[in-house]
């Protein structure tokens, strides 16, 4: 008859790009008379900013204000091939493909800028949208000029293209699944606590603060990456003590089919959510970044269930963590029927769940003593 | 039957029951309330009718007869936005942007009726939305900051209240 | 003119009566008649298509709607939006607090949520349990004309029947207990409302544990020793599984609100 | 560095918040027919009989399309990858989970259509489901695909993903404890607010422009062309806007068939899910099953693992297979373990086919893994954090699959996390980092799977 608090930890990875790669992400980019930018990519952004990221990197990258940049998603006639917005690779590798595209713009305006202002390109940079002689800042030239000249001068276009592929990565071992290549370029961490409610009656589980850490490589844009990390964590929540497709699995009965029945996280179920963010550059991505879009609902499941089993003793390892559940796993182990079965140096958690006892002549789960 | 939306008055064709997102979407063509599930659950669609915060999904164009309705298009322009919807800007507390024009009007509703920044009474009044891209949190802080009257920088977004940054690499 | 809309309502004749008796009037036997209240309930269902009424009848400007409040016997017109309720006493207003949200409140009727849709997949009739446990009335219309009934026995045949109003006596004390999961999105799993009337009295009554809203007689009759009203409980009622909870765990759970309501009760002088 | 690291508004922010951004569903053409679609009632039946003339003899009915209308009707969503292809875009022969597609109807109203898919005639004879994974394998289960119950095209003719690595039976001899353990995630609806919603129209030169929520416009572009068997430049996807995503949008689940009406019809047609088709018959996050056995020094070193792995598939294969090898991958989580043996299948049964969500593929095993840690750390009373920091990747590790560890931060994460929740770390364990494992940190079990990060 009573509310027990507990607390989990759980630490986690997760790749960036596709697992096996072959996926790839192209950007063009050209500028305008005036020097305003038009940047086309292919990336979807379904809610994760990958507009705003690619524009930032853009902007960064040839050393223009970030108002100077357009950006255009908007279909496949203009804009060239990126696989899409999944595997946390909309940063990554569709920001790495603007990069080389903005690279490569940023060239351009050099070599134009040198000839108008006869100075080799490499003595040349760029500066909040001028072109600088270095060590000479009194000799510069802005790039709307720059602009203006390829235009209507040299009869040029300053333009770029940039891609980004890692060649697929075939397994070329199907027994060990040894690769012919690495498969992931960039792996992202995050370790995640977790403190959690109980009530002991009626099997309800409040998650009351989530502390969490991602090392995000470098985080172009931080409040979009909180966004991420925020929003990650409700969805992580939902997974540990909420949602349930198939509220009776393997059984298909009772599905829920509208918001009423199927328990997608509200407002009210938000727990404190702590944020700290670790910047470990990535060799790959753009400015040192890693994607962490996907991983922000991963650490959370694992670490509520540490802290039901700190809060009341009992390991649910089915999710999601409903009352129903807890109440159960309270009345085995009040039976005395929780506790793993132990032979020699095996103990043995959730014989029950386990192949070995459902399956009738099909497939076997071994463990050598 | 005669709707007022956002200043302009429009008689309606629509049949009586059909519910007022539909007609708002498909007969006048304003398209910033959204579908999200016809049933309710969501608050994509929510609009005010005479002020108060309705899901226009479940209500029949009848019971709007008359009423003045404010979708999320009547609560500023992008020239000259709502303090709401510049608290939204700053606090990045939309995403998706899918569920905002919904999750706007009940702010403002929230706001209108004397809201403060509690988060447990703005949980309370917006905790029918469902939005599946923030977490809540910038939501939460958005409508806060405009609960308290504060003004809002356009051109950069808040620092997250519970965030820590460690920039230079981690070893 | 473009549609959305998949309900097939343009072949349904719409009703709009001015007051009651013209509600009454156009409700006639009900053959055939989808009331409408504030709409929250029948519109998706019109949406879905799981309805296509011949008529419909829309209540919202019949006059049905009011609290009224004489010496303690309180009568609240059908067409009443939750909203209205939040603040009467419990276990009615913790109830109908308890309900959706704020949007939801604004608009849904009492008489509508007294007449939802049967079963553990439709939306529950909330308020059904808080009315049993003061012992409501319910003034309705139909074949026979209008009649004044016990809210139990309305309930079994209030598919039939136009709600105008119910009423009942303030209770000496009220209490309201929910299962405490994310209500505005999720429809009640479970909950137990109780009421001592001025004689002492104690009637309990349960949503979620059956098909519609039902008593609990045999917890009443413990009610003495909250612990075993909760046990008793038992025998009173026969859940079912849905989305939200099995069986086993109403089962498992209705003891623990009986007692808390029980308990509660007794806290309040 | 001024832009990049700065907190910038979205780029569509003002947008999003005046209600002026575009989605599909906002997009305005003239002459639309909306599209609605026959699903299957049952988990797992023959088609007996389809007539759709009482449907198309309808007035306001514009085009009715099967499966004998899909120019390729069976294209996987990972053919791109010389995968083969088991699903086909519209039921021909049989159905093999509730809510699967089998004609579609593009109508003037949205009514009316649905009310052209109820007069659609169609019988079934119904055949045993198969539902929990652990009995896919018995011999009396129902066989549901035509590839049998699990899939059985990874490389080298294998039925299954392994990872084989070290020498495990020589850890279970070694290991003090054995820990074992079986974690079941949930299946879970991605439930965007924007359902699954396209709007196709007919381009006078002959192009079809589709208006699409996908996440992915290249990816869904490649799906349509494949199935109409039309070259990339008769499509014009127009997107790069979507309500929400979480990986149900890589599915390509609308655009074809709303192609195959618009085409047919030579109108415009738009089809929007309903929330209630979106919950019950779009494709969800897979439910897994995990077994995992670790070998186990008394001082917490995990010196090996056996894992089997059955993955919920659904009915068809749709990205399974690469999340099963995703998985694979990952199976050891942020940690380093250097005996390994994972078996993974990926399993059909009669419910909707799962796809890519949020994590894909490493969710559930971070779970199981993560789980297992905390229950090992509670079997051998060592401190949660400790344990995990004693195992942590660390820079020249290397992974189940062999890829040289380069930046691996399990060290940091946790050291900040302790820091954050005032837990109290020993010396060793508050000083150490994710530099390549010297003394202590190397033991002789882990040598052996050391590898060169420059290398990498």
Known sequence: MAKHRGKGIAAIEYPTGMNQNGDPSQCWIKVKPDGRIDVF?????????????????????????????????????????????????????????????????????????????????????????????????????????????????????????????????????????????PPHSAISYAACAAEVEVDDETGEVRVLRLQQCYDVGRAINPTQ???????????????????????????????????????????????????????????????????????????????????VYDAIGVWITELPITPERVLRALEEKAAGKHEPRREGKKVVFDEELSVNTVSSGGIRFEVPA | MNIVVNGTAHAIESGPLTPLLDVLREELEITGPKAGCHQGGCGACTVLVDGEPRRSCLLPVAYADGAEITTVEGLGTPESLAPIQQAFVHHYAAQCGFCTSGMLLAAQAYLDGGGTDDPEAIQEALGGHVCRCTGYAKIVDAVAAAARGESFDLTQTAVGKYTTVTTGGAT | MATASLAGTAATEVLRPTSEAEAVEAFGDGDGVLVVGGGTIVVPDLTYRRLRPAKALLLKDAGLSGIENEGGRVTIGAATPLAALVDLPAPIGPCAANIGDREIRGVATVGGNLCAGEGYEAPRGDLQGPFLAVGATVRSAGAGGIEEEPLESFLERRRSRLALSISFQTPAAGAFAALDRPHTHDYTALAVSGARGADGTIRLAATGVGWWGVRLPSAEAAADDPEAAGRAALEDVDPQDDALASAWYRRKVLPVLVRTVLTELEGVA | MKVVGARIPRYDGVAHVTGRTTYVDDVRVPGMLWAKALRSPHHHAAITKLDTRPAAELPGVHAVITWEDVPLLEYGHLSALGIPADEPLLAKDDVRYKGQPIALVAAESEELAAEAVERIEIEFEERPALLDVRQAFDPEAPKIHQWGNWYPHFEGGMDRRQIRKGDVAKAFEQADVIVQGVYRPAAIEHAPLETQVCLVVPEPNGRLTIYSCTQALYFSLGVVAAHLQVPLNKLKIVGGTTGGGFGGKVDTATETMTSLLAMKAGRPVKWRWTREEEFLCSSTRAPWHMEIADAVTKDGWILGRKMLTLHDSGAYARFSPYGLTKHSFHHTGAYTIPNLEFDGYVVFTNRVPTTAMRGFGVTSVSFAVETHMSRIADVLDLDPYEIRLRNANRIGDTSPNGIVYTDPSTVPTIQAIAEATGHELSAEFRTMTNEPRTGEWLPEHLVAQLGNPEEH
């Open chain 1, 41 to 181: 990519a292919g990336t979807a952004d379904i809610g994760n900013g990958s507009k705003t990221i690619q524009a930032q990197i853009v902007a960064e990258t040839i050393g223009v204000p970030y108002d100077w940049i357009t950006y255009d998603n908007s279909n496949t006639d203009s804009s060239p091939v990126c696989t899409g917005t999944f595997a946390s690779r909309a940063t990554f590798v569709a920001g790495k493909a603007a990069e080389k595209a903005a690279l490569q713009v940023k060239a351009k305006i050099l070599e134009i800028a040198g000839k108008e202002l006869e100075i080799d390109p490499a003595d040349l940079e760029i500066i909040d949208g001028e072109v600088v002689a270095k060590g000479a800042p009194q000799t510069r030239m802005s790039i709307s000029d720059v602009a203006a000249a390829a235009t209507w001068g040299h009869g040029e276009l300053i333009t770029g293209t940039g891609a980004q592929l890692k060649p697929y990565a075939a397994i070329v071992d199907p027994e060990t699944g040894r690769v012919d290549s």
């Open chain 1, 225 to 307: 990456v909180e966004g991420q990390i925020e929003g990650g964590a409700m969805m992580g929540l939902g997974l540990g003590v909420l949602e349930n497709c198939y509220p009776y699995y393997p059984s298909v009965e009772h599905r829920g089919g509208a918001f009423g029945s199927y328990l997608a996280p509200g407002m009210e179920e938000m727990p404190q959510i702590d944020t700290i963010l670790i910047e470990n550059p990535s060799q790959d991505g753009p400015y040192g970044a890693k994607g962490i879009g996907e991983m922000a609902n991963n650490p959370q499941p694992p670490a509520i269930a540490a802290a």
